[in-house]
């Protein structure tokens, strides 16, 4: 079995390549002419995957919606994609001015591994500030810690410290990030908006880095630019255009995130671990990003299939004047967008916390 | 439940390569075995809502039966009926030296071809001029009858007889007897 086109014989490669594109033609002409309805949500994995899953997710606050299966749940590439591209260009503008800071904040849990395999899942809310010209800032809360196994929290439990809160600066560099360059607030602006170009761009710094499986880091690239760094509407909107290119990639309808909000779930399989953002294809919104055990062994991690081993929920983004020095925010800016309408979720209104 | 592209290109991309041998290994003709990898897997996406299985397995398993069917129907015509590819506008792509020599490594043609070159020593003159212009040489049905001084029925007959021999030790080309 292969995963990877790129292993096949040239000419398989071609063909499939031409196949891909054709069939996608085809489903986009047949897709254009009835409704978008996404197919209902179906077969969840085995009842004492899900079980461990919906334990962790509980114990975590996290929305674990299932095990998605390589052949269920799915929903027309393009359709759902192509919704949030247009959406992105109608939505509120989150590109900062000259001397502005994009903030972010999200809540996150990730995977701390110790010797022996022995795992911790740590929860922290996280705020961030990023500037074309000055130094980005980070400010990390500890929220919980969960260890699976008593084993887990006999090794690691003395271990944790709680870094409560302190501002960090995390480095001296700054400059919006696509791919694996550092761009000025002007580069920004002029990165090309065509799919094809983004996702070439993408490509070609991947390969450069000696990335095998290069595809996959343009997934990743794609999802972390979109949740974490500003960008003009009709690059956000290539954006989204640009993830309909991703091979392998799966859509699933439906799926919400660990705040409940509805959205559409955009996944790869590498490596036994599933890797999904969701969105909101109404908004152009990222939701979610989380990545999912579906092969322990594979994924060599000490963990069982279905748990979470990393997420982050995005909670709010606004474009801010300052950041903060040392101490936690004290209301630096105007909110231009939250995430959610604000209802509940996004706390950097001015003067707030 | 029915498939996606989505769910074609994945089935592609991870069964492609073995669908290919499987093919190569019964027609011995790389370029042969590549047409019907792409017409399968287009007819696969032309009849994707007719999937009633639910995982991959079922899925493969699938795509196995309509690669088979796809080869049954190029054995009885002499070549393969593009007629899933045509309809989504993919013409298969000409194969470059290197891809011969990939997929011959990949289905181990030589050693069938050595296997085949022994076996076509022991059949009868008839058959073994029917299987050379047809196997060998590539020619058409038409031709191979024109050649041998017989009707095409004729000819397909003996071609399909040859093989049916040749099966009998030939493991890696079974099958084809059956559809020939």
């Known amino acids: 079995m292969h995963d990877d086109l790129n292993t096949l014989p040239p000419a398989l490669r071609t063909l499939g390549a031409d196949l891909r594109r054709a069939m996608l033609q085809a489903e986009r002409r047949a897709s254009s002419r009835r409704p978008w309805r996404p197919r209902r949500r179906r077969g969840l994995a085995s009842a004492a995957t899900l079980a461990v899953a919906v334990t962790v997710a509980v114990l975590l606050g996290v929305g674990l919606s299932g095990q998605h299966g390589p052949l269920s749940n799915q929903v027309p590439v393009a359709d759902a994609l192509e919704r949030a591209a247009q959406a992105a260009l109608s939505a509120p503008s989150l590109m900062p001015g000259d001397g502005q800071y994009f903030y972010v904040r999200s809540e996150g849990t990730e995977l701390e591994g110790g010797v022996g395999g022995v795992i911790a899942l740590e929860t922290k809310i996280v705020s961030r500030w990023i500037s074309a010209d000055r130094p980005n800032v980070s400010e990390s809360r500890l929220v919980s810690v969960y260890y699976p196994t008593p084993r887990d929290r006999r090794a690691l439990g003395s271990s944790q410290v709680s870094p409560l809160p302190s501002p960090l600066v995390l480095a001296p560099r700054h400059g919006y990030q696509i791919g694996e360059h550092l761009l000025t607030r002007a580069q920004l602006l002029s990165y090309p908006t065509s799919p094809r170009a983004i996702y070439e761009r993408l490509y070609a710094d991947t390969r450069r880095g000696g990335r095998v499986f290069a595809e996959d880091h343009v997934f990743s690239e794609i999802a972390e630019t979109l949740s974490g760094d500003p960008m003009p509407a009709a690059l956000r909107s290539g954006f989204y255009r640009a993830l309909a290119l991703v091979p392998g990639l799966r859509l699933t309808a439906h799926v919400r995130d660990s705040k409940g909000r509805l959205g559409v779930g955009a996944s790869i399989v590498r490596a036994g671990v599933q890797e999904e953002i969701i969105f909101d294809p109404a908004t152009a919104e990222m939701l979610e990003e989380r990545k999912v055990v579906v092969d322990p062994k594979r994924a060599g991690l000490a963990a069982t299939p279905g748990m979470v081993i990393n997420d982050t929920t995005y909670l709010g983004w606004a474009i801010t004047d300052a950041a903060p020095r040392g101490t936690p925010l004290r209301g630096a800016g105007t909110v231009v967008f939250c995430a959610n309408g604000n209802r509940g979720s996004c706390h950097t209104t001015r003067g707030g916390r | ?180």
Do not use: K, N
């Open chain 2, 1 to 180: 439940m029915g498939l996606t592209s989505e769910d074609i290109s994945q089935l592609y991309a991870r069964h492609a390569q073995d669908i290919l041998c499987y093919c190569a290994r019964r027609t011995l003709q790389a370029e042969i075995a590549v047409e019907l990898v792409g017409e399968t897997f287009a007819e696969a996406f032309v009849h994707r809502a007719d999937f009633r299985g639910d995982g991959e397995h079922s899925a493969i398993a699938w795509i196995y039966a309509i690669a088979r069917g796809r080869l049954a129907d190029y054995f009885r015509r002499g070549q393969v009926h593009r007629r899933a590819l045509e309809r989504l506008g993919v013409t298969p792509p000409d194969l470059l030296e290197s891809d011969y020599e990939r997929i011959e490594e990949l289905a181990a043609l030589a050693s069938l071809r050595g296997q085949l070159a022994d076996g076509l020593a022991a059949l009868s003159a008839g058959h073994r001029d029917a299987l050379r212009l047809r196997i060998v040489e590539e020619r058409a049905y038409p031709d191979v009858a024109r050649e041998l001084g017989v009707s095409e029925q004729t000819a397909r007959a003996r071609v399909s007889r040859a093989l049916r021999v040749l099966r009998r030790d030939i493991v890696g080309i079974e099958g084809v007897a059956d559809h020939a």
